[in-house]
């Protein structure tokens, strides 16, 4: 709609005859507010779910923000632990219940396998966009960031409703779509990251998801990794340190995996049942035929069961491919040292 339409629109539904100072106001408002809309869609062109900006800076919420959302929360409540897998098939169903095998950690409630809240960061920025360019006067009397933390606080608020109030909330999430804004939802929370080796993960998903594009999965590792790589990086020496660990090592180490995130998360290790580790069952393996019904069914693990390392059956052109669209990045992530594979 135009917005001499707009104009005609308000003042056909207003009812009143509007005076040459209320046309002027009028104008001026919705002139403001395209040049604002315009301005809008030029940062939305340089967002991505991928991109890094200051993924740490809190100081835009406001302390009445992070006052309320303590009390939306739950002030008494501890932290919430967030669980990142890289991508889709990188192990965070496996890891979720190797945590959440400590008495003091609540996995899943309500049966919530997956938490996509980060996923739809940029629908939330665009609602916060249109906010404020529909009444531009509210631009600094509400924080610019306000909202994130708002919505996030509430989350986990309604989210620990369904806890136990003696143990910690753990929620999973098998990406890394805007990361970048964790903090700013939930700077009372913390933060996991797993990474799992790209050529894997690229197996897992031709396997699982066939009609895909083996070059587009890869891409799709690349900078995922990427991302939680500078995230991780960035997040050292700050109040908002995150924890990162790879799949391999829960799977070939799952002991010394669990005492690392239990010294991390300021749980207690020695209440952990160890003994139970290998009764962990194999949940959404690509090798089982359910998965690709989207049947995700809990299977026994057996002693023949390599999750690890089925890359290696690729043809010299699949490697070729991963190699030039996600190799370094592979280097990056210390999985190997050189493309000499």
Known sequence: MTLLKKFQHSWQTDGLLMTGRRCYQYLKVHFFIRKSSENTRKADQLRSPWGFHRPFNTQTLTPHALKMAQ???????????????????????????????????????????????LKHSDDLIAFRDHFFDTYPYNRGKIGDDDFFVLFGSAFIGYMYALTNPQQRLLLTEPGVE?????????????????????????????????????????????????????????????????????????????????????????????????????????????????????????????????????????????????KKIAGQTLIEAAYCHNLDW
């Not at 924890?243 to 239990?262: H, L, N, S, T």
């Not at 952990?272 to 069914?297: C, L």
């Open 71 to 117: 009390t939306y929360r739950g002030g008494p409540h501890p932290p919430t632990v967030f669980l990142h897998g890289v991508t889709p098939r990188s192990g965070t169903g496996y890891v979720s219940h190797l945590i959440g095998l400590h008495p003091d950690i609540h996995k899943h409630p309500q049966d919530i396998w997956e938490v996509p809240f």
């Open 178 to 322: 805007f990361l970048q804004y964790f903090y700013r939802f939930f700077p009372h929370e913390q933060l996991l990251l797993l990474m799992r080796d790209g050529r894997d993960v690229v197996e897992s998903h031709i396997k699982t998801w066939s009609n895909g594009s083996f070059a587009d999965y890869c891409s799709y590792w690349a900078q995922s990794a990427r991302l939680m790589l500078q995230f991780y990086e960035a997040s050292k020496n700050t109040p908002y340190q995150c924890w990162m660990g790879k799949y391999e090592e829960a799977f070939f180490q799952p002991e010394d995996f669990v005492k690392r995130i239990c010294t991390y998360l300021g749980l207690e290790p020695s209440k952990y049942p160890y003994e139970r580790i290998a009764d962990i069952p194999v949940i959404g393996s690509s090798t089982f035929q359910e998965v690709q019904k989207g049947n995700w069914v809990s299977k026994p693990r057996h002693e023949n069961f390599k999750p690890i390392g089925r890359w290696q059956q690729w043809s010299e052109v699949q490697k070729d491919i991963f």
